[in-house]
């Protein structure tokens, strides 16, 4: 019980005091005693029986630094939080000198600022999520753009004003002010792209409805009967701890669902009506999903409910029950499924593709690669995903600066970038992309040059000093645009003796890539990922300045 406190806390804590606690008056306790021991109807799916209870979403906040603002940052610290502030960059310094520590606060190469998010519902560690900065109202800060996150705690947002809060994530990284959105860009609100990082496994149960000590072994048996035997254990007649299978982790919503609608038979008939009941409904457009997840739930019993409608005349059947039974590790309809994934008419033809991830690997590598020469933009990024998981020779990455993954994926189709700006930071290429001759692109700042004549084959990058009155550069890359973001982003020969840049960050990268595009220097296809969504903090729950002396310590 101890160790699930902290989930009933956060999801339904009237609910679990009352599953848990037995919260009832005395006129009522043994009689309910006894009701938890009564016989129960079955056939019903687990759902009818009792509730998912894990950590819904969480808003969190906590305090930063941001580093390398190039004198647009502020020396002023709200004061409230003054000596914590002192305090952590002493840390970060490791230095306890005071003297120190007040000279890089008062450096308006750096701003203290509030960090914020909201952590994932079934969030797993090291499943990274964007974070928000922006500078304390009192502070003097002029620009995030350029700046850098050191790493921080993060705590719940309703912990905020009571000592001892827990830290549940940390967040750090680079700070993106999105440039190529379309609208101006605020300068004071900036997203650490994928910069939150959960520290904590979600703790996960199951509430029955109503106490039961048979009822809870039978949903625990079938649970463990249906994943494994340690999925599910039931601490007492309301409440089942669950731990997910690896198989689903960092896929909860997935799992709950498949838990959810596991169907508790009676005997062997009840479930075989059942079955048939589902596969009959399997075209069924208003319930095919639900019903796919039902089967799916169900787990290899339905195996030969599903061959059959490998042969239905039933073009929708046939696409769900092949994806079915590869979900359920059977590859019957492996070919089935493939031969839907190249048909261009077939309306769930993405989804074919992502079905194929399931595939042995083997499969995957002789067909999925083709789909990176789709005309079809989503059917490239999903052959994409699935060879990336495999570390697929198609495909190949590398981490740029410390800051953002360069990606690219031989393909003979149509040149095509993609950039992301949440999640995590990264740039694709598809194929061979390049730009023309006779290039001269700027930055909106005049800071940064792109430019090539006619009749060289390479290009020249440089770069105006941040602090100095000279030029750094130029550098010269070949003209594909692979070297040509290398050579941006890649850091400053002092700190990099490996790779040299001019240590452009990501959102000015980014920017002058979409300039390439709109100016026709790039000839192809540019799609940009969404952005990260910025959570609304209502006016009066916003923590005030002079609350943030209550973060923990």
Same mark, same amino acid.
């Given at each position: 019980?101890?160790?699930?406190?902290?989930?009933?806390?956060?999801?339904?804590?009237?609910?679990?005091?009352?599953?848990?606690?037995?919260? !009832?008056?005395?006129?009522?306790?043994?009689?309910?005693?006894?009701?938890?021991?009564?016989?129960? #109807?079955?056939?019903?799916? @687990?759902?009818?029986? &009792?509730?998912?209870?894990?950590?819904?979403?969480?808003? @969190?906040? =906590?305090?930063?630094?941001?580093?390398?603002?190039?004198?647009?940052?502020?020396?002023?610290?709200?004061?409230?939080?003054?000596?914590?502030? /002192?305090?952590?960059? !002493?840390?970060?310094?490791?230095?306890?000198?005071?003297?120190?520590?007040?000279?890089?606060?008062?450096?308006?190469?750096?701003?203290?600022?509030?960090?914020?998010?909201?952590?994932?519902?079934?969030?797993?560690?090291?499943?990274?999520?964007?974070?928000?900065? +922006?500078?304390?109202? #009192?502070?003097?800060?002029?620009?995030?753009?350029?700046?850098?996150?050191?790493?921080?705690?993060?705590?719940?947002?309703?912990?905020? $004003?009571?000592? =001892?809060?827990?830290?549940? &994530?940390?967040?750090?990284?680079?700070?993106?002010?999105?440039?190529?959105?379309?609208?101006?860009?605020?300068?004071?609100?900036?997203?650490?792209?994928?910069?939150?990082?959960?520290?904590?496994?979600?703790? @996960?149960?199951?509430?029955?409805?109503?106490?039961?000590?048979?009822?809870?072994?039978?949903?625990?048996?079938?649970?463990?009967?249906?994943?494994?035997?340690?999925?599910?254990?039931?601490?007492?007649?309301?409440?089942? +701890?669950?731990?997910?299978?690896?198989?689903?982790? =960092?896929?909860? $919503?997935?799992?709950?669902?498949?838990?959810?609608?596991?169907?508790?038979?009676?005997?062997?008939?009840?479930?075989?009506?059942?079955?048939? &009941?589902?596969?009959?409904?399997?075209?069924?457009?208003?319930?095919?999903?639900?019903?796919?997840?039902?089967?799916?739930?169900?787990?290899?019993?339905?195996?030969?409910?599903?061959?059959?409608?490998?042969?239905?005349?039933?073009?929708?059947?046939?696409?769900?029950?092949?994806?079915?039974?590869?979900?359920?590790?059977?590859? +019957?309809?492996?070919?089935?499924?493939?031969?839907?994934?190249?048909?261009?008419?077939?309306?769930?033809?993405?989804?074919?593709?992502?079905?194929?991830?399931?595939?042995?690997?083997?499969?995957?590598?002789?067909?999925?690669?083709?789909?990176?020469?789709?005309?079809?933009?989503?059917?490239?990024? &999903?052959?994409?995903?699935?060879?990336?998981?495999?570390?697929?020779?198609?495909?190949?990455?590398?981490?740029? $600066?410390?800051?953002?993954?360069?990606?690219?994926?031989? #393909?003979?189709?149509?040149?095509?970038?993609?950039?992301?700006?949440?999640?995590?930071?990264?740039?694709?290429?598809?194929?061979?992309?390049?730009?023309?001759?006779?290039?001269?692109?700027?930055?909106?700042?005049?800071?940064?040059?792109?430019?090539?004549?006619?009749?060289?084959?390479?290009?020249?990058?440089?770069?105006?000093?941040?602090?100095?009155?000279?030029?750094?550069?130029?550098?010269?890359?070949?003209?594909?645009?692979?070297? @040509?973001?290398? $050579? /941006?982003?890649?850091?400053?020969?002092?700190?990099?003796?490996?790779?040299?840049?001019? !240590?452009?960050?990501?959102?000015?990268?980014?920017?002058?890539?979409?300039?390439?595009?709109?100016?026709?220097?790039?000839?192809?296809?540019?799609?940009?990922?969404?952005?990260?969504?910025?959570?609304?903090?209502?006016?009066?729950?916003?923590?005030?300045?002079?609350?943030?002396?209550?973060?923990?310590?």
């Amino acid at each position: 019980m101890r160790k699930l406190k902290h989930i009933y806390i956060l999801v339904l804590p009237a609910l679990i005091l009352s599953l848990l606690c037995g919260c !009832q008056n005395g006129k009522t306790q043994k009689r309910n005693q006894q009701d938890m021991n009564l016989e129960v #109807s079955l056939n019903d799916t @687990i759902g009818n029986y &009792a509730e998912m209870l894990v950590s819904s979403e969480i808003p @969190i906040e =906590g305090f930063g630094i941001v580093v390398g603002l190039e004198g647009s940052g502020s020396a002023e610290c709200p004061p409230a939080i003054r000596d914590r502030v /002192l305090k952590f960059i !002493q840390q970060k310094l490791k230095n306890r000198n005071r003297r120190a520590a007040i000279e890089f606060l008062e450096d308006k190469d750096n701003s203290v600022v509030r960090v914020y998010g909201v952590l994932p519902s079934g969030h797993m560690p090291g499943q990274r999520f964007d974070v928000f900065v +922006e500078p304390f109202a #009192s502070t003097q800060t002029i620009s995030l753009e350029n700046g850098r996150l050191l790493e921080c705690s993060l705590y719940e947002r309703s912990r905020v $004003g009571i000592g =001892g809060a827990r830290t549940i &994530a940390l967040a750090h990284g680079q700070v993106y002010i999105d440039m190529i959105g379309g609208e101006d860009p605020n300068l004071l609100e900036g997203v650490v792209i994928g910069g939150g990082i959960p520290l904590e496994f979600p703790q @996960i149960a199951l509430g029955l409805f109503e106490p039961n000590f048979r009822l809870a072994s039978i949903l625990r048996n079938r649970i463990n009967e249906r994943f494994n035997e340690d999925t599910a254990t039931a601490i007492g007649p309301g409440v089942i +701890e669950i731990k997910m299978p690896k198989r689903y982790l =960092g896929k909860y $919503g997935k799992f709950a669902s498949l838990v959810k609608t596991l169907y508790i038979p009676e005997n062997r008939e009840s479930l075989n009506d059942y079955l048939e &009941a589902l596969a009959a409904n399997l075209s069924n457009p208003d319930v095919s999903i639900d019903t796919e997840t039902a089967l799916e739930a169900v787990g290899r019993p339905a195996i030969p409910y599903l061959l059959p409608f490998l042969d239905s005349e039933n073009q929708e059947k046939r696409f769900r029950a092949a994806r079915l039974l590869l979900a359920l590790e059977r590859n +019957e309809g492996i070919d089935v499924l493939h031969k839907f994934a190249t048909d261009p008419e077939f309306k769930y033809r993405v989804e074919a593709v992502e079905a194929l991830a399931l595939a042995d690997k083997d499969f995957v590598r002789t067909t999925v690669p083709r789909f990176l020469n789709d005309d079809d933009f989503e059917i490239r990024m &999903a052959a994409f995903r699935i060879l990336e998981k495999i570390n697929d020779i198609n495909v190949s990455m590398t981490t740029i $600066g410390g800051s953002f993954k360069l990606s690219n994926a031989y #393909s003979k189709g149509k040149p095509a970038v993609y950039i992301s700006r949440s999640q995590r930071p990264e740039v694709i290429i598809f194929g061979d992309v390049r730009t023309g001759s006779d290039v001269f692109v700027r930055s909106d700042d005049n800071t940064i040059f792109i430019n090539s004549s006619p009749q060289d084959d390479s290009v020249s990058l440089s770069r105006k000093h941040p602090s100095k009155p000279n030029l750094i550069g130029p550098l010269k890359t070949s003209a594909k645009l692979e070297d @040509i973001i290398i $050579g /941006l982003c890649s850091k400053l020969p002092a700190d990099d003796v490996y790779r040299i840049g001019l !240590q452009v960050n990501y959102s000015q990268m980014t920017s002058l890539v979409k300039k390439m595009f709109d100016m026709g220097i790039i000839e192809g296809e540019l799609v940009i990922g969404p952005v990260a969504r910025r959570p609304s903090i209502p006016s009066e729950n916003r923590p005030q300045e002079t609350e943030q002396e209550t973060l923990a310590e």
